[in-house]
């Protein structure tokens, strides 16, 4: 038999998954331990007959097979039944939404995911098998996300409770019954609590955080309770709210939060109860008498957890823009301008002789432009109202200074110097998120996210399972030392396309150097380290190398340059990366094996084909990502979407890729002349103007198509003659740079830092190979040996190169005539022959040989006794008298 069960007191989300759940598993019976919440109470009232559930009495706990437990897995939470969860032979299947506990139950499978409400999770997997539901179900469910939610707005909110209430939306829930049962009017009782709890509330300010606390003497328990504690906060308005209800010998303790500052759960786990972020209780038993002595001890207690729980505010330092760019008041607005532009400054400090004498603003900016002013000085548009604060001023303080005083920013001083300064955008910002201001990426319903299984399988079917096994190995190493592991960058990208890739790049929070050697000692392997960047190499005795790098987060001074780093978190490492389908990782622990980490929205921008920055500073940042761009968009068949392009537009505009080193810019160029196909890269980059700051400005037309193509029928007919290969992307190179002078090629090679044998067959490729490839067109008949003569020095990519470009068969019957016959032509006779008949040994030895090769390429020679007839007879006087 199976049978689905929730906590005890179930809410509307509990009992919603338990129906939800049955839809999913359409054998397993609803049984209810314990009671409802007087809201769910009534609506199970009114539905009676449309939900069939059973009393925990009425269930044969021997005849249990499967367990569904929904929104929790805390043992003692399902009251009666808790004994099923721990009987072996029975499997456990969990459908939650609050996070793992110690005191979690045994699981066999678990469908957990962290979203605001638990129905979510059953919603979706309804969605996505296709199984229908009446607009009775949809109203149900919605409920529940509702409630757990706070109708969408809980910080645990997240896009698939979204999308769920939309899906139940389009079937028909019904907001009237959504309405009557989420708000529902207060009975008489409950209106005497609220108007007791009101008159004996106050308000304490803990960290810049409005606390209420509030206590009522009950003489018996007030169902409903928790929504009385809700409403007087909506009415109040107050950030939080803690309620202490004397019974007799015990004390409910329940407690509301609005901020983020504040874990009710967190901080009622300390009276024995628990629950959400946002809602949570608690009951204090064997309370010999809840008088006001018990309650100033409880109160006492409760302050001095919210003490030591609510989070310190944000302060200037944190939040502030830095380093800041000083500007002198007789700058003129439109250099102003492009400062602002080139780092990304909403505005800027003025100083006179050193002296902070003003700000000036985008809004100053843009109006003295659009006066025809920009070539005015700065000091006649800024504002010289100045207010300095500290860098340890809260973010509440500096709200409302901001407020107060109308001002659009603000510097941050520290003995005299201004180490920072704070706009509004900085302040929403802190308030809102990094991504508060990025662009939409539109209403079309994202695919549901992947499952730790559904990882799991794609890394099963994709990797070796060599691999798979390292990265369980990884996982449990992980586990054993503290370490946080994931696997990121590209490799996840390409497991989600099914894509093979075996560029295994992984993240440790903490001391990747120090993980890799525990790895190395457990494997085997060598290891190779750089402590002062906390990123190591290991490669292993099955030959697989792994790249592990600590989590860090990056800090430009200026654009164009390498960044600083420092240890951060997993979310700050993927935040530093430069398109969102490379910044989402998965977690490599044994707990969270297959866990998808996706902060940036990576899998929508997969599924739609999107090439997207994760912030607008990125490419001023790094200008390389330019270049990268071009190359995934093509790789991939995607295309940039349109902000990113218009934001990398701009950077081109500001000539940042001439601020790059020539080998940033080399190592770029080489990557993408090794893709499968690089001339639609490069194509895209010359149409975007790149190429040109680049130093290349070769039209990237169909000439070069057609070349490139050439270039790879080239290779594939040529490279069977060379088993060291051929250096494609050089001879891709040189079809690029074959227009340029002798000496452009060289400066430009200088510039790219090349190595001075790749800047050699470039030179060989774009200067000498057209002379020979003149003298071959040019000449009736050539003898071998000067075929021999011209081809024999050149490189493979030369040969190569000569093939693609010569417009003439006939070069190319020469080149397969000398790679086929010629290259390979040798002589018999040599030094001990030459010494046996006269010679004596000297470099004459040399012009002998060269010469009777020339003969044997020519056919004048054949068998060795021809060789030596030559030699005698044209090198015979060279002989010592003594000879025969």
């Known amino acids: 038999m199976e049978i689905i069960i929730s906590h005890t007191n179930a809410d509307f989300d509990s009992f919603a998954s338990m129906v939800a759940a049955q839809k999913v598993y359409p054998d397993a019976k609803i049984v209810l331990a314990g009671a409802q919440n007087r809201n769910v109470r009534e609506f199970l009232t009114l539905h009676d007959d449309v939900i069939r559930t059973y009393d925990a009495r009425q269930i044969d706990k021997k005849a249990v097979s499967r367990l569904i437990i929904v929104d929790t897995k805390i043992g003692r939470r399902l009251g009666e039944l808790q004994d099923l969860a721990y009987m072996p032979g029975v499997e456990v299947f969990t459908f939650d939404h609050h996070p793992a506990t110690p005191e979690d139950v045994p699981i066999t499978r678990d469908f957990s995911e962290e979203v605001g409400a638990t129905i979510t999770i059953l919603t979706k997997i309804i969605r996505d098998k296709g199984i229908s539901i009446t607009p009775f179900e949809a109203t149900l469910f919605a409920l529940g996300v509702h409630e757990d939610t706070g109708s969408l707005t809980y910080k645990t909110t997240t896009y698939d409770d979204a999308s769920a209430l939309a899906f139940l939306m389009a079937n028909k829930a019904n907001i009237d019954m959504i309405h009557r049962f989420l708000n529902p009017a207060l009975a008489p009782d409950q209106h005497a609590l609220f108007d007791i709890l009101l008159h004996a509330s106050k308000v304490i300010e803990i960290n810049n955080v409005s606390v209420m606390i509030t206590r009522a003497d009950v003489d018996e328990y007030v169902e409903g309770g928790s929504i009385v504690v809700h409403k007087l906060a909506d009415v109040e308005n107050v950030e939080a709210i803690f309620a202490l209800l004397n019974q007799g010998n015990r004390v409910y303790l329940i407690g509301r939060s609005r901020t983020d500052a504040i874990d009710v759960g967190k901080i009622l786990e300390e009276f024995g109860g628990g629950g959400h972020a946002q809602a949570a209780s608690a009951v204090i038993k064997g309370i010999s008498n809840a008088d006001d002595v018990e309650d100033k001890i409880i109160e006492d207690k409760l302050i001095k957890a919210l003490f030591a729980n609510i989070k310190q505010p944000l302060v200037a330092k944190q939040i502030m823009s830095s380093p800041v760019r000083l500007i002198e008041s007789d700058l003129s607005i439109k250099e102003a301008n492009k400062l602002m532009i080139k780092y990304g400054y909403s505005g800027l400090p003025v100083v006179e002789n050193g002296k902070l004498v003003g700000l000036i603003g985008r809004r100053e900016i843009d109006k003295a432009a659009h006066h025809g002013l920009s070539h005015a000085p700065v000091k006649g548009f800024m504002t010289r109202r100045i207010q300095p604060i500290p860098p340890e001023m809260p973010l509440p303080e500096i709200q409302k200074l901001l407020s107060d005083e109308n001002l659009g920013?603000?510097?941050?001083?520290?003995?005299?110097?201004?180490?920072?300064?704070?706009?509004?955008?900085?302040?929403?910002?802190?308030?809102?998120?990094?991504?508060?201001?990025?662009?939409?990426?539109?209403?079309?319903?994202?695919?549901?996210?992947?499952?730790?299984?559904?990882?799991?399988?794609?890394?099963?079917?994709?990797?070796?399972?060599?691999?798979?096994?390292?990265?369980?190995?990884?996982?449990?190493?992980?586990?054993?030392?503290?370490?946080?592991?994931?696997?990121?960058?590209?490799?996840?990208?390409?497991?989600?396309?099914?894509?093979?890739?075996?560029?295994?790049?992984?993240?440790?929070?903490?001391?990747?150097?120090?993980?890799?050697?525990?790895?190395?000692?457990?494997?085997?392997?060598?290891?190779?380290?750089?402590?002062?960047?906390?990123?190591?190499?290991?490669?292993?005795?099955?030959?697989?190398?792994?790249?592990?790098?600590?989590?860090?987060?990056?800090?430009?001074?200026?654009?164009?340059?390498?960044?600083?780093?420092?240890?951060?978190?997993?979310?700050?490492?993927?935040?530093?990366?430069?398109?969102?389908?490379?910044?989402?990782?998965?977690?490599?622990?044994?707990?969270?094996?297959?866990?998808?980490?996706?902060?940036?929205?990576?899998?929508?921008?997969?599924?739609?084909?999107?090439?997207?920055?994760?912030?607008?500073?990125?490419?001023?940042?790094?200008?390389?990502?330019?270049?990268?761009?071009?190359?995934?968009?093509?790789?991939?068949?995607?295309?940039?979407?349109?902000?990113?392009?218009?934001?990398?537009?701009?950077?081109?505009?500001?000539?940042?890729?001439?601020?790059?080193?020539?080998?940033?810019?080399?190592?770029?160029?080489?990557?993408?002349?090794?893709?499968?196909?690089?001339?639609?890269?490069?194509?895209?980059?010359?149409?975007?103007?790149?190429?040109?700051?680049?130093?290349?400005?070769?039209?990237?037309?169909?000439?070069?198509?057609?070349?490139?193509?050439?270039?790879?029928?080239?290779?594939?007919?040529?490279?069977?003659?060379?088993?060291?290969?051929?250096?494609?992307?050089?001879?891709?190179?040189?079809?690029?740079?074959?227009?340029?002078?002798?000496?452009?090629?060289?400066?430009?090679?200088?510039?790219?830092?090349?190595?001075?044998?790749?800047?050699?067959?470039?030179?060989?490729?774009?200067?000498?190979?057209?002379?020979?490839?003149?003298?071959?067109?040019?000449?009736?008949?050539?003898?071998?040996?000067?075929?021999?003569?011209?081809?024999?020095?050149?490189?493979?990519?030369?040969?190569?190169?000569?093939?693609?470009?010569?417009?003439?068969?006939?070069?190319?019957?020469?080149?397969?005539?000398?790679?086929?016959?010629?290259?390979?032509?040798?002589?018999?006779?040599?030094?001990?022959?030459?010494?046996?008949?006269?010679?004596?040994?000297?470099?004459?030895?040399?012009?002998?040989?060269?010469?009777?090769?020339?003969?044997?390429?020519?056919?004048?020679?054949?068998?060795?006794?021809?060789?030596?007839?030559?030699?005698?007879?044209?090198?015979?006087?060279?002989?010592?008298?003594?000879?025969?």
């Open 409 to 884: 920013r603000v510097p941050v001083v520290e003995n005299d110097l201004i180490v920072g300064i704070i706009s509004r955008t900085d302040i929403l910002k802190a308030m809102g998120g990094l991504d508060y201001f990025s662009r939409s990426q539109g209403s079309k319903a994202m695919k549901p996210q992947y499952t730790r299984g559904e990882i799991a399988q794609k890394i099963k079917t994709t990797l070796p399972s060599e691999l798979q096994r390292i990265l369980r190995e990884v996982g449990d190493i992980a586990n054993l030392t503290g370490f946080s592991a994931f696997l990121v960058g590209g490799i996840v990208r390409d497991l989600l396309l099914n894509n093979k890739n075996l560029d295994v790049d992984i993240v440790i929070e903490g001391d990747a150097v120090e993980f890799a050697a525990i790895l190395v000692e457990k494997l085997g392997g060598k290891i190779r380290a750089h402590q002062k960047f906390g990123t190591a190499v290991v490669i292993l005795p099955s030959g697989f190398r792994i790249d592990f790098a600590s989590a860090r987060a990056e800090f430009y001074e200026k654009p164009a340059v390498l960044p600083q780093v420092e240890p951060t978190s997993i979310k700050q490492d993927l935040a530093r990366r430069d398109f969102t389908i490379n910044a989402m990782a998965i977690s490599l622990n044994t707990k969270d094996y297959g866990k998808l980490l996706d902060y940036f929205n990576g899998q929508r921008d997969l599924r739609y084909g999107r090439i997207r920055i994760l912030h607008n500073l990125s490419f001023i940042e790094d200008p390389t990502r330019i270049f990268r761009a071009a190359r995934f968009e093509q790789r991939l068949g995607f295309r940039m979407e349109t902000e990113t392009e218009e934001l990398l537009r701009k950077a081109i505009d500001m000539d940042l890729i001439e601020q790059l080193s020539g080998s940033r810019v080399r190592d770029e160029l080489m990557l993408i002349l090794s893709e499968e196909k690089p001339y639609r890269i490069l194509k895209r980059l010359s149409d975007l103007g790149a190429l040109k700051i680049a130093g290349i400005g070769t039209a990237i037309n169909e000439e070069i198509e057609q070349l490139f193509r050439k270039v790879d029928d080239a290779i594939s007919e040529l490279d069977f003659n060379f088993p060291a290969g051929i250096q494609r992307r050089l001879v891709y190179l040189a079809v690029i740079l074959k227009d340029m002078k002798k000496k452009a090629i060289v400066s430009w090679c200088e510039r790219m830092k090349l190595r001075k044998t790749e800047t050699a067959r470039l030179l060989e490729m774009a200067c000498e190979v057209p002379k020979v490839i003149d003298e071959f067109n040019k000449a009736a008949r050539l003898k071998n040996s000067r075929i021999y003569e011209l081809l024999q020095p050149m490189s493979p990519e030369a040969l190569v190169f000569a093939h693609a470009v010569s417009a003439n068969l006939k070069v190319q019957k020469i080149i397969h005539l000398y790679l086929s016959r010629l290259r390979g032509t040798k002589v018999s006779v040599n030094g001990r022959n030459l010494q046996r008949m006269g010679f004596p040994p000297s470099p004459i030895y040399n012009i002998i040989l060269r010469g009777l090769l020339i003969a044997k390429l020519d056919g004048k020679v054949g068998t060795l006794e021809d060789e030596e007839r030559f030699v005698i007879e044209h090198f015979g006087q060279f002989r010592t008298n003594s000879a025969g």
